[in-house]
């Protein structure tokens, strides 16, 4: 089948963005309905909503690749030789974190800050969703969707193309202004953007991206 027109396509991802986007405004439901909700009725709520975006973006990148896939992606199903490139990818954005961290700016990136605000709030809930739920939806939206909307076509160009573009949008998704932060953010989703092309398989990034997320929260922990 042939893939949809570029127009098509660019306003059909504008829609996944703002569904995107939209359901983070549930993560400050308590502000919203003005009530003070226990960990549990929240963690609940979090899970109920993303749990139906996460549903709704799996079912759209499955017709995607089914009726528009020339690279292949999503049809080795197979892990062998899969983890070790999870690893790597996991390991060389530390490593990368390490050696830019001396560089950034005192405190941290806007998101951050947001996510620090709700975590002393609502631990369990945003826990469940940066750790778990929000890794999904982002692999799926901003490598899954989005390379096989825009770049699925053979070559290096489109290659490098693929790989900073949606490293580019992850950055900006979390860090919606210039600065160092922005390029941080990038770099890190152009190394998760790296690690699909490789793999072509949507679940290594999210498994990449969840052992990313986790070790970060689990650091939160601790400083509590």
């Not at 799926?140 to 096989?148: C, E, H, T």
């Not at 190394?191 to 949507?202: E, M, R, S, V």
């Amino acid at each position: 089948m042939t893939s949809p027109t570029l127009t098509r396509r660019i306003l059909y991802f504008i829609g996944f963005m703002l569904l995107q986007n939209f359901s983070v405004v549930i993560l400050s439901v308590d502000q919203i309905l003005g009530v003070q909700m226990s960990q549990l009725a929240y963690a609940i709520v979090i899970s109920l909503v993303f749990l139906a975006v996460m549903v709704y973006f799996i079912r759209q990148y499955q017709h995607q690749i089914q009726a528009y896939n020339p690279r292949g992606f999503g049809l080795n199903l197979s892990m062998k030789g899969k983890i070790s490139w999870i690893i790597l990818t996991v390991v060389g954005v530390y490593i990368f974190l390490i050696v830019v961290t001396p560089l950034l700016p005192a405190g941290n990136a806007e998101n951050q800050v947001e996510i620090n605000k709700l975590f002393r709030q609502q631990a369990l809930g945003i826990t469940l969703y940066g750790a778990v739920l929000a890794p999904i939806i982002e692999e799926l939206l901003y490598r899954g969707i989005f390379m096989n909307f825009f770049w699925n076509k053979q070559g290096r160009k489109y290659d490098v193309l693929a790989v900073v573009t949606s490293g580019l949008l992850f950055g900006l998704l979390h860090e919606p202004q210039f600065s160092l932060y922005l390029l941080v953010y990038s770099g890190i989703g152009m190394a998760f953007g790296a690690l699909y092309l490789k793999t072509k398989d949507i679940r290594c990034n999210m498994i990449a991206h969840i052992l990313y997320n986790s070790v970060t929260f689990l650091a939160m922990f601790a400083t509590m």
